[in-house]
């Protein structure tokens, strides 16, 4: 299981990567803006610094030109940006050409498993269904996650199954029973992923222990 961190935020992933686990960071507009990063070539030049793996990186574009153009640009920051491109017709069009020239894709805002077909069939590198988003309207998130591991595995498509949109551990538990391939989660939900409380009782416990022994 790859662990991405979700979020745009540098000391965020400064501290993340520095546990040593981190794998990649997943942006998006909605992200970006967040942070109020204007200068979005030197933040993504930032941010592949501080992580050698996959970073995404999504286009605004909705047109196939648009796409192409801000996509290509964006490839040029850094041998590890992915181009995050929405799951929409225009998007496709485009998974396909980036797919023929060597770019990497992330296709972003599926939510539902024929859409993760046709993404794998233009040959998107990573799928991202947002099963947060899913669970939000009453309906089971991590149901299409299955789904898309069997199908994928049916047909052995090769695009990874990036779980987005994760709201708590559980989620991040359940993908990997699932075998999906990365979670991306926010910096506190990798915090969750750390905490237990019988190990901060535990080790209260041993110092104190090994102190009243000096
Ligand atoms: C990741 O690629 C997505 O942009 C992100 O996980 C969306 O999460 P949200 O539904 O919490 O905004």
Not at 38 to 52: A, G, L, M, S, W
Not at 79 to 86: D, L, S
Not at 95 to 110: H, P, Q
Not at 157 to 164: G, Q
Request: hydrophobic share 40%.
């Amino acid at each position: 299981m790859k662990i991405f961190i979700d979020t745009a935020n540098l000391n965020e992933i400064r501290e993340a990567a520095s546990y040593g686990i981190l794998d990649g960071v997943t942006t998006n507009p909605s992200l970006m803006a967040k942070e109020g990063h204007k200068d979005i070539r030197k933040t993504y030049e930032e941010i592949c610094k501080i992580v050698p793996g996959s970073v995404s990186a999504e286009v605004i574009a909705t047109d196939y030109e648009g796409i192409i153009k801000e996509g290509r640009e964006l490839s040029q920051i850094a041998p590890n940006i992915v181009v995050k491109v929405p799951l929409i017709r225009e998007g496709l069009k485009a998974v396909r050409t980036f797919s023929d020239e060597g770019i990497k894709t992330n296709v972003t805002l599926c939510f539902s498993p024929s859409q993760a077909v046709l993404a794998a069939k233009a040959g998107a590198t990573i799928i991202s269904p947002f099963i947060g988003r899913l669970d939000d309207i009453s309906q089971p998130g991590m149901m299409l996650i299955e789904q898309i591991v069997q199908i994928y595995s049916n047909y052995g498509y090769s695009t990874e199954i990036l779980v987005a949109s994760i709201r708590h551990p559980m989620h991040f538990v359940e993908s990997c029973l699932l075998g999906a391939d990365i979670c991306t989660m926010p910096f506190k939900v990798i915090q969750q992923l750390v905490n237990h409380p019988l190990t901060d009782i535990g080790l209260e416990k041993f110092i104190s222990d090994w102190k009243k022994n000096q």
